[in-house]
């Protein structure tokens, strides 16, 4: 889990060390340096419009990997909400919500969010929670079965017995046991929410240009794709990289979690 941790971080890091890293902004124009390959004045080539890519993939990176932690931050929260009270809760109401679950569930995810998206035209905000709302439903179950789990223990039994109130259960001694499997659950949250950043910047109605993000930037270059591949290539590359890091990171974590006794 230490090298993709690590290669996760020096992403983010390279992406808030953008200005220092690269040598123009990410919307500088230069029409003399039109479709110019790789190079040592431009690492990652240039586009139709002379924008340098490096610099657009590293600015581009502030965009989905934002979009990514923000939305699985809000999946995380509707999720646990969701999930917590269907756990603790049990009994009908825990059967209305988990019925609600496995609707949402069975609702393709990606064409629902293209439909809202092309409705609402998201600012980069909004498509952080439509992201999130698509995505609370794993975490709701997964935080549902631990608090099914934690809740028939003897420490939760003792709390109860000395007078614990509902909230107190909640917060004190059953959150604080599922946030292991909640950390999982957000993990891969991160790379599902990059990945279906990516697929709607890339049919259009994601992230709108001219603010770069690595979907938008794979949406621009299918065009030259056999003239120019390098378009392609480097936002293509490093959606790859992250979403593998991000999963291994979170495959990682829950078989540490496994491990434990």
Same mark, same amino acid.
């Given at each position: 889990m230490r090298l993709p941790a690590l290669v996760l971080a020096s992403l983010v890091g390279a992406a808030f060390a953008a200005p220092a890293i690269v040598r123009y902004p990410p919307d500088h124009l230069d029409l003399d340096a039109r479709r110019q390959p790789p190079s040592a004045a431009h690492w990652f080539g240039t586009d139709d419009l002379g924008r340098d890519v490096v610099a657009r993939v590293l600015y581009g990176a502030r965009v989905s990997l934002g979009?990514?932690?923000l939305s699985a931050a809000v999946a995380g929260i509707s999720g646990t909400g969701i999930g917590g009270v269907a756990g603790y809760a049990?009994?009908?109401l825990d059967?209305?919500?988990?019925?609600?679950?496995?609707a949402m569930l069975a609702v393709p995810r990606l064409p629902l969010l293209m439909i809202a998206a092309s409705?609402?035209?998201?600012?980069?905000?909004?498509?952080?929670?439509?992201?999130?709302?698509?995505?609370?439903? @794993?975490?709701?179950?997964?935080?549902?079965?631990?608090?099914?789990? =934690?809740? &028939?223990?003897?420490? #939760?039994?003792?709390?109860r017995a000395a007078g614990a109130g509902h909230a107190r259960l909640v917060m004190v001694h059953l959150l604080p046991n599922a946030a292991h499997a909640l950390i999982v659950s957000?993990?891969?949250?991160?790379?599902?929410?990059?990945?279906?950043?990516s697929a709607l910047s890339f049919f259009g109605v994601g992230v709108r240009p001219p603010q770069a993000s690595w979907g938008n930037m794979l949406?621009?270059?299918?065009?030259?794709?056999?003239? @120019?591949p390098w378009l392609a290539v480097a936002p293509g590359l490093f959606? =790859?990289? &992250?979403?593998?890091? #991000?999963?291994l990171v979170g495959d990682g974590l829950s078989r540490s979690r496994s491990s434990q006794p």
């Open positions: 979009v990514g932690l049990g009994g009908a059967a209305v919500l988990m019925r609600g679950t496995d409705i609402l035209q998201p600012t980069v905000g909004v498509l952080v929670v439509l992201i999130g709302l698509a995505g609370w439903m @794993e975490t709701a179950r997964v935080l549902r079965a631990e608090f099914m789990t =934690l809740r &028939t223990r003897g420490f #939760v039994e003792s709390a957000v993990t891969l949250a991160v790379a599902r929410g990059i990945l279906l950043e949406y621009q270059a299918q065009s030259s794709l056999t003239t @120019e959606i =790859l990289i &992250t979403t593998w890091s #991000v999963n």
